[in-house]
């Protein structure tokens, strides 16, 4: 495989916003617990995973972890404590997590098709605001264009 790179932009690099949100959160989090100490970051970041991992998200109303592995976790709090859901759990769980894993894929579409319409929402939410114009062939419109090299932004092409 002969990959050649032929052109980029360090200007706008493209990136995955979501990732980006992710670290964001992520790095929030951190802060919080940090209180100012930064150098115990490296200490903090397992919980603040665990946290990040095990928190339903808004748009799919599952957890991170129940996507990948099947079956909500079981907290640390709860493995010290008796609480009904870790007594109902049988002993012998192997036919029961091997149900739960056959499911999986369930799970992941329902989540899907929570995430499509949490996506709708947002966009009938936003759009809510936007007037729409129509355009004739002609009309004088302010275009932004990327600086590149002597280019200003709103110079016309």
């Not at 964001?24 to 603040?48: M, Y």
């Not at 976790?73 to 709860?78: M, Q, S």
């Not at 091997?98 to 709708?120: F, G, K, N, Q």
Request: aromatic residues 6%; glycine residues 4%.
């Amino acid at each position: 495989m002969k990959i050649v790179q032929s052109c980029t932009s360090v200007a706008y690099p493209q990136t995955n916003g979501q990732t980006e949100v992710i670290n964001k959160i992520i790095v929030q989090a951190l802060k919080a617990r940090l209180h100012g100490k930064v150098k115990n970051w490296v200490e903090e970041l397992p919980s603040v995973l665990w946290a990040y991992r095990t928190t339903p998200r808004t748009s799919t109303r599952e957890t991170p972890y129940s996507l990948v592995y099947g079956s909500e976790a079981v907290l640390t709090v709860e493995i010290g404590q008796s609480s009904t859901r870790i007594e109902s759990y049988p002993s012998n769980n192997d036919q029961s997590r091997a149900i739960e894993l056959d499911l999986v894929e369930e799970r992941r579409d329902r989540a899907a098709i929570r995430m499509e319409a949490y996506r709708s929402r947002v966009m009938k939410s936003y759009n809510k605001h936007v007037r729409s114009r129509d355009f004739q062939v002609g009309d004088l419109v302010i275009e932004k264009v990327k600086p590149v090299g002597d280019v200003e932004k709103l110079e016309a092409r």
